[in-house]
């Protein structure tokens, strides 16, 4: 199992920004997909945004596409979230996750099937 480590969030007013990182036990970002899940209280668990790391390949929410923007860093072993313009919608616990770069389903890229490793989760708050 691939440890992951979050990093970053915390809070901030409407309209600002934050940067979640996420470092990998990896030798390689190259057999995983890579992402950001997260939770907002009394809801289920959505996917934000994944990314296949042998490709860049990137998948974004409709709530976040054109606020969000994820990147790894293969050098690092980390995937990082930048998201600007946060709205208070955007509160939840962030999770990031990884599985198998073949057990990814571009036809729902955004699905917490195929993720087999997930962070402790780090709170993200946006005030209004």
């Known amino acids: 199992e691939v440890q992951l480590v979050e990093s970053g969030g915390g809070s901030v007013q409407a309209g600002g920004s934050l940067r979640l990182s996420c470092a990998a036990s990896v030798f390689t970002l190259d057999n995983y997909v890579l992402g950001w899940f997260r939770q907002a209280p009394g809801k289920e668990r959505e996917g934000v945004s994944t990314i296949v790391g042998r490709y860049g390949t990137t998948y974004y929410a409709d709530s976040v596409k054109g606020r969000f923007t994820i990147s790894t860093d293969n050098a690092k072993k980390t995937v990082d979230l930048q998201m600007n313009n946060l709205k208070p919608d955007d509160t939840a616990v962030y999770y990031c996750?990884?599985?198998?770069?073949?057990?990814?389903?571009?036809?729902?890229?955004?699905?917490?099937?195929?993720?087999?490793?997930w962070g402790k989760g780090i709170l993200v708050t946006v005030s209004s």
């Open positions: 996750a990884t599985g198998p770069y073949l057990a990814h389903d571009s036809r729902d890229p955004l699905t917490r099937l195929g993720m087999d490793s």
